[in-house]
């Protein structure tokens, strides 16, 4: 893997768990990969699914994670975790906010006139 690509992948597991600690969830961010980052967020969304869904429910909601689509996904993907499935659209979804503040608060060079 490329530098720029870890340094990619640490700046998604940061914002995730950054988001997360809002609502108190006990992730670290000190992980070494992404692939173990979404192995620790699965299991502990599987444990909100079997012991606080409503608390799941709302974090979902909070981060804009689409209803229609996770419902979707979890209809057509049978051999996969739910956890699996939402960890992976919680990373999706903040990964996607990364990019819409870099593509809005870059400096495209426009005079300041322009600017508003």
């Keep these: 893997m490329h530098k720029k690509e870890m340094m990619a992948e640490n700046e998604i597991i940061k914002e995730v768990v950054n988001e997360l600690q809002k609502f108190q969830f006990e992730i670290s961010a000190e992980v070494v990969s992404m692939n173990a980052f ?66 809005f608060s870059g400096d495209d060079g426009d005079c300041d006139e322009e600017k508003w």
């Design 38 to 103: 979404k192995k620790l967020l699965s299991d502990h969304i599987n444990y909100l699914i079997t012991n606080d869904f409503s608390r799941l429910i709302s974090v979902l909601y909070r981060l804009d994670i689409s209803e229609k689509k996770l419902k979707e996904l979890l209809k057509n993907s049978i051999n996969t975790s739910a956890g699996d499935i939402i960890a992976e659209m919680i990373i999706e979804r903040q990964a996607e906010k990364i990019r819409a503040r870099k593509l």
